[in-house]
């Protein structure tokens, strides 16, 4: 087993003054910029859409008759998934409005049932695109590129105008949480007459929109302009106040009328493997955080989280472990690698992932195109399994990661793995993302007087409901902002009917 690390050359940065003009060949509705020159900075991979280009691609939706884009009873795929649209976005309609050049239409359709389009057409995997029907036999219809160039044609042209409502209903509502879930809940209710303060542990509302997602993939400016819509229709923001804490239940019930809990799901998967204390050894949260407070706030990254001029080695091939990957390119590591325990995706879907589901094939991400344009290779290594964290003569930091190659059985790579060659690699910081578990306010759960099996129910208590990751489990923007819409519902017909 030889795994090649993420050499980081010396090339030249660039200024904002030439991001503009950076761009690439391809003739699509949403290009990406060159990867060789946004390795230089932090602003998004994605260039603003262009507009015949989406009008183009709009026109390649066909009236199919059914829309596996967009289940209204939600289509169950072979993973046990709804496949298409967790929202239910009305795709074929806006598509054929694109088309014929009717975009403020289309704008007006697309917020029927999503809140914050800017978010998801950045941002989510897309399963609309996975059950597009003319992806059967062809390339599936670019969706999230068109609802991009739907959402930034409406801001460019006014039409996103704060959702004020025209009466109060006098009946008050605290959404504890500000990602996706906390902030579709808060828009619902206060677009509903109810008066709504969402309340935030963090310094700043956004959850992992603002604190987790990269700029590069979410430019905070972004996230910024949404709040501040939200907040010129109505909705309070009270931010570094720890619920339990900071505002006592007692206070929360005497101040509301109702509560939706939407805490998300930020506890980390750990790895119980010798050495874990080294210093060097993260979760991702920490490490993705420290780099975006250094991008907003000029802060300091602490030494044991800064990447320049370390070997890094990231653990996890998911969405999170791209970000890490990207977030150290961009840092200056000496090198990157990226281990993952599954075999290498197939180049085209298999029988264990029919349509509609996800077709789970080998693809390069923008972090695994940024690895290949620095070096000539993903920085993926497939098959991997970490055995242990190694000191350096101190005993006290990673000097090392020792790994083992993962044998799979030739006649079905789901069967349990048997170990083959084993390596150490150079390892001064190790970032390990390798998903999320449950919520991290247990202080607040218990001050809720909540079980895990409370946690799973919507509405568990009288006047109190709950959304998002912390009720379902780690999942998309999109489901987040489906389970804050939900329970806004929710909240909505108890205080209409109390």
Known sequence: MTISPLAEPNIPGVTADSVASDTNDAVT????????????????????????????????????????????GGYVANDNRVAGCPISNQIPDWNRLVETGRWRDAYGRLALTNNFPEFTSRVCP???????????????????????????????????????????SGRRVAVIGSGPAGLAAADELNAAGHTVTVLERADAPGGLLTYGIPSMKLGKGVVRRRLDLMREAGVMFRSSVDVGRDVSVSELWADYDAVVLAIGALSGRDLDLPGRELAGVTLAMPYLEAAARQRQQHRSIPASLEARGKHVVVIGGGDTGADCVATALRQGARSVVNITRRPQPPDVRDADHPWPGPPATYTLDYAHQEGLARHGNDPRNFGVRPRAFLSDSTGERVEALGVEAIVFSDSDSSSLPYGGAQEALPCDLCVLAIGFEHHDSPGLVHALRLTPADLALANPKPGLFIAGDVRRGP????????????????????LMSS
């Open 29 to 72: 509705a949403m290009p990406m910029r060159d990867p060789a020159v946004r390795l230089n900075d932090f602003y998004e991979v994605y260039q603003r859409p262009d507009a015949s280009a989406a009008q183009r691609e709009a026109s390649r939706c066909m009236n199919c008759g059914a829309a596996f884009c967009m289940p209204e």
């Open 475 to 494: 999942s998309l923007v999109v489901h987040a902002i489906a389970e804050g819409r939900r329970a806004a519902r929710d909240v909505d017909a108890f």
């Open 126 to 168: 897309a399963p609309c695109q996975d059950a597009c029907i003319v992806g059967i036999n062809d390339r599936p219809v670019g969706i999230k590129a068109i609802e991009r160039a739907i959402i930034d044609r409406a801001f460019d042209e006014g039409w996103v105008r704060p959702r004020v409502p025209a009466h109060r």
